[in-house]
């Protein structure tokens, strides 16, 4: 079975760049969330989806970042204008409706200098 | 934050040494998930405790839970150099549908 897929692996931006992250869920898992994780610390949430609707996006930081998922398969993470503090690593997970197993892709590195 | 701040730790061992990491929730939980981060990977689950349950094992892993005292503990025993990871502690807050992790724990097994 194949895992979550992420893409790029790695970006580098200047401030003020645009860019967007891609994720593949699992196929079949409904739910599926995107965390930002700063060097050393722990994953933090950012936004989630239930198929193509979105459950909670209070954590997604004002109107820089946008997420969606149209067809309630892939989705679509978008930085406008970065920002250093930004650095990150962004990484997407996938799960069923309900279910705390949560698979996780390796994730996007951003680096914004 | 939903963690306490014993979540934070960098612990260095030996090969066959035993190491147990911690972690503490403010508010009621009704599960706590250990995930291991490998180097240049997501999370990846490896030991699922309930509030019904005081302990989990599963190989070498051994999950605690104290609901009383809102504390986790993860266990491992004979641990090997590819254990070397970053723990973390994961919990859904007040039974919502997204998992909230601690900092994590950095482990570091030496051959």
């Known amino acids: 079975e194949a895992g979550v897929t992420q893409s790029p692996r790695y970006a580098v931006l200047q401030e003020g760049q645009a860019v967007s992250f891609w994720c593949d869920p699992i196929?079949?898992?409904?739910?599926l969330y995107w965390y930002q994780q700063p060097r050393d610390q722990g994953p933090q949430l950012l936004v989630y989806?239930?198929?193509?609707?979105?459950?909670?996006n209070s954590q997604l930081p004002s109107d820089r970042f946008s997420a969606v998922r149209p067809k309630g398969t892939n989705s679509t993470l978008k930085i406008q204008s970065a920002k250093q503090g930004d650095t990150a690593t962004y990484l997407c997970?996938?799960?069923?409706?309900?279910?705390?197993?949560?698979?996780f892709g390796s994730g996007t590195r951003l680096l914004v200098i | 934050s939903q963690w306490g701040e014993e979540n934070l730790q960098a612990l260095s061992i030996q090969e066959g040494e035993d190491v147990t990491m911690n972690c503490s929730y403010k508010?009621?939980?009704?599960?706590v998930q250990w995930y291991r981060q490998k180097s240049g990977k997501g999370p990846a689950l490896i030991i699922l405790?309930?509030?019904?349950?005081r302990e989990k094992r599963s190989g070498r892993l051994r999950a605690t839970l104290d609901t009383s005292s809102q504390s986790s503990s993860l266990s491992i025993t004979g641990t090997l150099a590819t254990d070397t990871a970053v723990y973390f502690c994961?919990?859904?807050?007040?039974?919502?549908?997204?998992?909230?992790f601690g900092t994590g724990t950095t482990v570091s097994v030496s051959p």
């Open positions: 508010t009621y939980t009704t599960v």
């Open positions: 405790i309930r509030s019904n349950e």
């Open positions: 994961a919990t859904d807050v007040q039974g919502g549908r997204a998992l909230i």
């Open positions: 196929s079949g898992h409904d739910t």
């Open positions: 989806f239930r198929d193509e609707a979105v459950i909670d």
């Open positions: 997970a996938s799960s069923f409706w309900g279910n705390s197993d949560y698979t």
